[in-house]
């Protein structure tokens, strides 16, 4: 990939945001702006980045989340025994081809081993699962983010599909996973209904079932036409059956329906055969779907196998290609970002893609607008990428005489001057602190969940308060108390709302570190990054104090920071730079003069490696080399790939070489796979 590391960290943190806003709209708000295709496109193209610049994965990655946050909700929320995932995607035959051969190679599988695995179509709609106790229905939950979800029990007593008591006899505890959707059928009627009493139109099918069923009042779900169809299963006391396949005909047993279309494929050439077979098949399906899922059949596998990040690698989504549509560019507005980044937006003429109206398509950069030679008027080509995110793709207009956009040089919102740092395509306000639009999403991110999740302090009340004067730093949340006698009697706040308000502040006056680092919006220092470097400093004061070090061209400082898994360069230059500006340190001083947060302690799964250093070599005889890092990994170990003072324990099989006699020469304890593998057994 010809692209510099500067080029690389920048369009990284654009995708990142740009998913974060998609996946908002599209799981917390059932409003989302672009296709199916499209979004799958920006995760793509976040993925291959990511794999291409390893070191530069941001803490906020779209590919270690899952889903959305459950925003606030008139329902109440669920937290899921077992996390709800999502699943990698993929386009081609050739990809497919790959996921069962890194099957293989993960489970050190020899070319003649058959690997069955189930494929079924992928419905298009919300995911929900049902907590079944002793066969009876006792809770229903959407995904969320994967580990909280909303309780929609009272919802789901009104779909026909999903019993109340299963039909046989049922494990003590089963969850049964699917989507509820809505056919395509009762989709149109129900539209038509909406537009003969003036009422709004649903987007799509999928967004009328996610409405429907998150429903504060459940008379509303009742009187829609929802369906499900389960895919999977969570938390489980027994698993009826050794296979994904047999586990699924126990299902439909019980009385939840299935895929008809879900079938066992024993080769690659199966497998990519049943998805043209169902892609043939999805225009006269009665639902809508957007691909077809492949698991790995044996039960024991997918268990050895496990998880990344935010899904399983024993599942696999291969999606169907995108829908186009042309239309007109009617307007070019910029947005100021949290981090005074200036994002052109196309206005469009109203445009169906997909069984989506699409109005607004993000044109990225400057450079993205000079490379398409977009301006106002122009006809241009929309893709949803997996029919989800929108994106232009072509101009066909390029040609006509048209006075070419002039991208400001200055913000819109301050005026301060907006420029493009050396090697970015990312044309960013330099206003900071003083810029209005900055430092109200600064402060909206300070308080967000993954920040210090200050309750009672949305986007809203920041708006109100920085407008009155009374925020403009951090610290000022902390100094709000003193403003007390002027925010009651306001609109909207009485004595108890406001001492809720100041409760929930000083809750918060010894915050865990790291959400405190994440939350002063530093760049490329997202919460997983943030987690990382309080784990190696500790406190904040640790943590400021080699920044500068490094910025002050100290090696010994930056190759500190350095060696943090997950830091690289563009991180440690960040962090330098921040602390570098005599603002910020003014507004990181100010803060903690008003907070204290502890030093950071990170609890880490119970096991005899939990927080060493261990490094496989040699041939490794009863499981792959992954499978083995993943099992360190689990037991809260880091795997390495090599030797040094700071490895705690070499796990060395046949032919170990140069690893085990460097091992030997700095004293590193040094165990065989048998060990090794009662290490695993004893921690559970």
Same mark, same amino acid.
């Given at each position: 990939?010809?692209?510099?590391?500067?080029?690389?960290?920048?369009?990284?943190?654009?995708?990142?945001?740009?998913?974060?806003?998609?996946?908002?709209?599209?799981?917390?708000?059932?409003?989302?702006?672009?296709?199916?295709?499209?979004?799958?496109?920006?995760?793509?193209?976040?993925?291959?980045?990511?794999?291409?610049?390893?070191?530069?994965?941001?803490?906020?990655?779209?590919?270690?989340?899952?889903?959305?946050?459950?925003?606030?909700?008139?329902?109440?929320?669920?937290?899921?025994?077992?996390?709800?995932?999502?699943?990698? #995607?993929?386009?081609?035959?050739?990809?497919?081809?790959?996921?069962?051969?890194?099957?293989?190679?993960?489970?050190?599988?020899?070319?003649?081993?058959?690997?069955?695995?189930?494929?079924?179509?992928?419905?298009?709609?919300?995911?929900?699962?049902?907590?079944?106790?002793?066969?009876?229905?006792?809770?229903?939950?959407?995904?969320?983010?994967?580990?909280?979800?909303?309780?929609?029990?009272?919802?789901?007593?009104?779909?026909?599909?999903?019993?109340?008591?299963?039909?046989?006899?049922?494990?003590?505890?089963?969850?049964?996973?699917?989507?509820?959707?809505?056919?395509?059928?009762?989709?149109?009627?129900?539209?038509?209904?909406?537009?003969?009493?003036?009422?709004?139109?649903?987007? #799509?099918?999928?967004?009328?079932?996610?409405?429907?069923?998150?429903?504060?009042?459940?008379?509303?779900?009742?009187?829609?036409?929802?369906?499900?169809?389960?895919?999977?299963?969570?938390?489980?006391?027994?698993?009826?059956?050794?296979?994904?396949?047999?586990?699924?005909?126990?299902?439909?047993?019980?009385?939840?329906?299935?895929?008809?279309?879900?079938?066992?494929?024993?080769? /690659?050439?199966?497998? /990519?055969?049943?998805?043209?077979?169902?892609?043939?098949?999805?225009?006269?399906?009665?639902?809508?779907?957007?691909?077809?899922?492949?698991?790995?059949?044996?039960?024991?596998?997918?268990?050895?196998?496990?998880?990344?990040?935010?899904?399983?690698?024993?599942?696999?989504?291969?999606?169907?290609?995108?829908?186009?549509?042309?239309?007109?560019?009617?307007?070019?507005?910029?947005?100021?970002?949290?981090?005074?980044?200036?994002?052109?937006?196309?206005?469009?003429?109203?445009?169906?893609?997909?069984?989506?109206?699409?109005?607004?398509? $993000?044109?990225?950069?400057?450079?993205?607008?000079?490379?398409?030679?977009?301006?106002?008027?122009?006809?241009?080509?929309?893709?949803?990428?997996?029919?989800?995110?929108?994106?232009?793709?072509?101009?066909? $207009?390029?040609?006509?005489?048209?006075?070419?956009?002039?991208?400001?040089?200055?913000?819109?919102?301050?005026?301060?001057?907006?420029?493009?740092?050396?090697?970015?395509?990312?044309?960013?306000? $330099?206003?900071?602190?003083?810029?209005?639009?900055?430092?109200?999403?600064?402060?909206?991110?300070?308080?967000?969940?993954?920040?210090?999740?200050?309750?009672?302090?949305?986007?809203?009340?920041?708006?109100?308060?920085?407008?009155?004067?009374?925020?403009?730093?951090?610290?000022?949340?902390?100094?709000?108390?003193?403003?007390?006698?002027?925010?009651?009697?306001?609109?909207?706040?009485?004595?108890?709302?406001?001492?809720?308000?100041?409760?929930?502040?000083?809750? +918060?006056?010894?915050?865990?570190?790291?959400?405190?680092?994440?939350?002063?919006?530093?760049?490329?220092?997202?919460?997983? $990054?943030?987690?990382?470097?309080?784990?190696?400093?500790?406190?904040?004061?640790?943590?400021?104090?080699?920044?500068?070090?490094?910025?002050?061209?100290?090696?010994?400082?930056?190759?500190?920071?350095?060696?943090?898994?997950?830091?690289?360069?563009?991180?440690?230059?960040?962090?330098?730079?921040?602390?570098?500006?005599?603002?910020?340190?003014?507004?990181?001083?100010?803060?903690?003069?008003?907070?204290?947060?502890?030093?950071?302690?990170?609890?880490?799964?119970?096991?005899?490696?939990?927080?060493?250093?261990?490094?496989?070599?040699?041939?490794?005889?009863?499981?792959?080399?992954?499978?083995?890092?993943?099992?360190?990994?689990?037991?809260?170990?880091?795997?390495?790939?090599?030797?040094?003072?700071?490895?705690?324990?070499?796990?060395?099989?046949?032919?170990?070489?140069? +690893?085990?006699?460097?091992?030997?020469?700095?004293?590193?304890?040094?165990?065989?796979?048998?060990?090794?593998?009662?290490?695993?057994?004893?921690?559970?």
């Amino acid at each position: 990939m010809t692209m510099s590391e500067a080029d690389a960290a920048n369009e990284l943190m654009r995708l990142a945001k740009a998913i974060a806003h998609h996946d908002r709209l599209y799981h917390a708000q059932d409003a989302p702006e672009i296709s199916d295709a499209e979004y799958d496109a920006l995760v793509r193209s976040n993925a291959e980045l990511e794999a291409a610049f390893p070191h530069l994965i941001r803490a906020d990655s779209p590919s270690r989340k899952v889903g959305h946050e459950v925003a606030a909700s008139p329902l109440g929320k669920v937290t899921h025994e077992v996390r709800m995932m999502s699943l990698d #995607n993929a386009f081609s035959d050739e990809e497919v081809e790959e996921f069962v051969a890194r099957v293989r190679r993960f489970l050190a599988l020899p070319p003649e081993a058959e690997v069955a695995m189930t494929a079924e179509d992928k419905i298009d709609g919300l995911s929900c699962s049902l907590r079944y106790e002793n066969g009876k229905l006792v809770r229903a939950a959407t995904r969320g983010d994967g580990q909280v979800g909303e309780d929609v029990t009272a919802n789901v007593a009104h779909i026909s599909d999903i019993p109340q008591v299963l039909t046989g006899d049922a494990p003590a505890v089963f969850e049964i996973r699917g989507e509820v959707y809505m056919a395509k059928a009762d989709f149109a009627a129900l539209n038509a209904a909406q537009e003969e009493k003036g009422d709004k139109l649903f987007a #799509n099918p999928r967004n009328a079932a996610a409405g429907s069923l998150r429903q504060k009042d459940a008379a509303v779900t009742a009187s829609r036409p929802l369906r499900f169809l389960a895919h999977g299963w969570g938390a489980a006391s027994a698993v009826p059956g050794e296979t994904q396949f047999d586990v699924m005909q126990q299902i439909a047993a019980w009385g939840v329906p299935v895929s008809p279309l879900l079938v066992r494929c024993l080769s /690659v050439e199966a497998m /990519v055969e049943h998805f043209r077979s169902i892609g043939a098949q999805r225009p006269g399906l009665p639902y809508d779907i957007d691909g077809v899922v492949y698991k790995v059949d044996r039960l024991d596998w997918q268990e050895r196998l496990g998880f990344v990040a935010k899904a399983p690698r024993w599942g696999l989504a291969r999606k169907f290609p995108a829908e186009r549509a042309e239309t007109v560019i009617e307007a070019i507005d910029i947005q100021v970002g949290r981090t005074g980044k200036l994002t052109p937006v196309g206005r469009l003429r109203p445009v169906l893609v997909g069984g989506v109206t699409v109005t607004n398509v $993000t044109l990225h950069n400057r450079d993205e607008i000079g490379r398409l030679g977009l301006r106002v008027g122009d006809r241009i080509v929309l893709q949803r990428a997996g029919d989800v995110i929108p994106q232009v793709v072509d101009n066909l $207009t390029r040609e006509e005489p048209r006075e070419a956009y002039d991208f400001p040089d200055h913000c819109p919102e301050c005026q301060s001057e907006a420029v493009a740092e050396e090697g970015e395509v990312d044309v960013r306000c $330099t206003g900071g602190l003083i810029c209005p639009a900055q430092r109200v999403e600064r402060l909206r991110h300070f308080v967000s969940r993954g920040a210090l999740d200050i309750e009672g302090l949305g986007e809203k009340t920041i708006i109100e308060f920085f407008g009155l004067g009374w925020l403009e730093s951090p610290a000022d949340i902390f100094r709000l108390r003193q403003r007390r006698a002027d925010i009651v009697g306001r609109e909207g706040w009485k004595d108890k709302s406001v001492d809720n308000l100041l409760a929930a502040i000083e809750a +918060k006056r010894a915050p865990d570190a790291a959400r405190l680092l994440f939350g002063l919006g530093i760049r490329h220092v997202g919460a997983v $990054t943030a987690r990382d470097l309080m784990k190696r400093f500790a406190t904040l004061p640790a943590l400021r104090e080699v920044a500068q070090r490094a910025k002050a061209e100290d090696a010994e400082a930056a190759a500190e920071l350095l060696g943090i898994e997950g830091v690289g360069p563009v991180v440690v230059e960040a962090l330098g730079d921040f602390f570098h500006e005599p603002h910020n340190v003014a507004v990181w001083e100010d803060l903690l003069s008003e907070v204290s947060p502890p030093p950071y302690i990170v609890e880490t799964k119970a096991s005899a490696v939990a927080g060493k250093t261990v490094v496989f070599t040699g041939k490794l005889e009863t499981m792959s080399r992954d499978e083995a890092k993943a099992q360190a990994e689990a037991l809260g170990a880091r795997a390495a790939g090599s030797v040094s003072a700071k490895t705690d324990l070499v796990v060395a099989g046949p032919g170990a070489g140069s +690893k085990l006699k460097q091992a030997a020469a700095l004293g590193i304890e040094v165990i065989d796979e048998a060990a090794w593998a009662e290490i695993v057994k004893a921690a559970g």
